[in-house]
């Protein structure tokens, strides 16, 4: 459903009527800016400017020496991990499990 509205502040005036939303109901507004009837919107990105976009991100962590230790220690506490310990089936009384 899309409704016109005006802002005022922080309040939004709605300008159709919407009695089919009970009272005190949380909704989701998307928000676009109308200027003189005409609807702002931004202009899809051409193939080159999303290229460019995501090069930018591509090198943000880029030359960050503490991301390396970070993923050294996350790398290291991966390959700690030994399992559990699961006792054989001889010490389990009535096919319950001592919490091992």
């Keep these: 459903m899309k409704v016109r509205g005006i802002k005022r502040g922080q309040n939004i005036e709605v300008?159709?009527?919407?009695n089919n939303i009970p009272d005190g109901s949380e909704i989701i507004i998307d928000l676009e800016?109308?200027?003189?009837?005409?609807?702002?919107?931004?202009?899809?990105?051409?193939?080159?400017?999303?290229?460019s976009k995501l090069n930018q991100l591509f090198?943000?962590?880029?030359?960050?020496?503490?991301?390396?230790?970070?993923?050294?220690e996350i790398d290291q506490q991966r390959?700690?991990?030994?399992?559990?310990?699961?006792?054989?089936?001889?010490?389990?009384?009535?096919?319950?499990?001592t919490g091992y």
């Design 79 to 97: 390959h700690n991990y030994q399992g559990r310990n699961i006792e054989p089936i001889d010490h389990q009384e009535n096919n319950v499990s």
């Design 59 to 72: 090198g943000a962590w880029e030359n960050q020496p503490e991301l390396t230790e970070i993923f050294k």
């Design 33 to 51: 800016v109308i200027t003189h009837g005409v609807r702002v919107t931004e202009a899809p990105l051409t193939d080159q400017e999303r290229l």
């Design 15 to 18: 300008l159709e009527e919407i």
